[in-house]
């Protein structure tokens, strides 16, 4: 996560994504790359890369893919700027 202003600032870094992996080669090690998001009508799609081989994507709810980022201080901070934006 980034703060909503220049120069967004990063402010959480998420757990890693369930991504399904492969290996390049037989007998090569199986890895996955994450190489694009978008959101649309409350979902985030990843698309990624598995084994240099294989494009794929993983589409999941928006409320999914915040159980990735563990509660810090700085979401409790961005919380808290977000609500004194908003006057409340």
């Known amino acids: 996560r980034f703060s909503p202003d220049p120069p967004f600032e990063v402010l ?4 890693e994504l369930a991504l399904l992996t492969t290996s390049p080669t037989l ?3 199986s890895f996955a790359f994450a190489s694009g998001l978008a959101v649309h009508d409350g979902n985030v799609v990843v698309s990624y890369g598995a ?6 994507a993983q ?12 509660k810090c201080p700085a979401t409790i901070e961005l919380s808290r700027w977000r609500l ?5």
Do not use: K, N, W
């Open 59 to 70: 589409v999941m709810p928006i409320a999914h893919l915040d159980t990735y980022f563990p």
């Open 27 to 29: 007998g090569g090690t």
């Open 51 to 56: 084994g240099d081989r294989e494009a794929r």
């Open 84 to 88: 004194a934006e908003e006057g409340r």
């Open 12 to 15: 959480q870094v998420s757990e």
